[in-house]
């Protein structure tokens, strides 16, 4: 079965740093990868996803993750913070060789400091 | 509809009652998730439906959860005698694709918040 991990549970920065967030997950096989976003109060969107060509994906809000084949991995970054960047993310990954089974991971909630 | 509808919004149920919520996925999508989302945890995912296969249930925590999807539409999340432990918000998503095929990201509701007193 595949699995979704997510290192950082709470992390907290100051506005304008930098962030990154792991993901890595453990299925080998043809995966498509999935960031969401959940704003207080507010329901589950997408942030940027990657299905095949250019691993480096460029998101809403100044987000993109690099999907990295060899280390199982797709990690969501951002140059530079905003205190509205307050939320929680979740990775998500699906594979086509899986039933199209959405599996995410267990989330990370970002505090911005204004 | 545009998006995923669930309802009800909110329910506050009595410990031991049985409660159903409902999913009405974008026209069209053939997968159907649904997912739990306990105060302060990440995801659970519960049951999957895809087209016409038999779902997914190995997320269904035990056997008074079930779920069906009739006419490949609309999804009814059943929980029987409720527990104080079934409090969460209950999501559900669609998405386009075969169970061969990902076409779609998954689209979420707004969730149910279920509270049971």
């Known amino acids: 079965a595949q699995s979704v991990s997510q290192h950082n549970h709470h992390v907290i920065l100051s506005e304008a740093a930098s962030l990154e967030l792991g993901c890595n997950y453990s299925?080998?096989?043809?995966?498509?990868l999935f960031w969401y976003v959940q704003y207080p109060g507010q329901h589950l969107q997408l942030l940027l996803k990657?299905?095949?060509?250019?691993?480096l994906v460029k998101g809403i809000k100044g987000f993109e993750a690099e999907f990295i084949k060899s280390k199982f991995s797709f990690n969501l970054r951002k140059p530079s913070v905003q205190w509205s960047d307050t939320a929680e993310y979740f990775c998500?990954?699906?594979?086509?060789?899986?039933?199209?089974?959405?599996?995410f991971g267990g989330g990370t909630r970002l505090m911005v400091k204004p | 509809g545009a998006g995923v509808s669930q309802s009800p919004s909110n329910k506050v149920t009595e410990k031991g009652k049985d409660v159903e919520l409902r999913c009405d996925p974008i026209s069209g999508h053939t997968a159907l998730y649904w997912y739990r989302q306990s105060l302060g945890q990440g995801l659970e995912f519960l049951i999957y439906?895809?087209?016409?296969?038999?779902?997914?249930k190995s997320g269904l925590p035990s056997d008074r959860f079930s779920a069906e999807r009739t006419g490949g539409s609309v999804s009814t999340l059943t929980i029987q005698r409720t527990q104080q432990e079934d409090s969460a918000v209950y999501l559900c998503?669609?998405?386009?694709?075969?169970?061969?095929?990902?076409?779609?990201?998954?689209?979420f509701g707004q969730g149910t918040r279920l509270t049971v007193v």
């Open positions: 998503a669609s998405s386009f694709g075969t169970s061969t095929l990902v076409l779609t990201e998954a689209f």
């Open positions: 998500a990954v699906n594979s086509n060789n899986a039933g199209n089974m959405l599996t």
């Open positions: 990657y299905f095949s060509g250019d691993p």
């Open positions: 299925y080998g096989g043809t995966v498509n």
């Open positions: 439906f895809q087209g016409n296969s038999a779902p997914d």
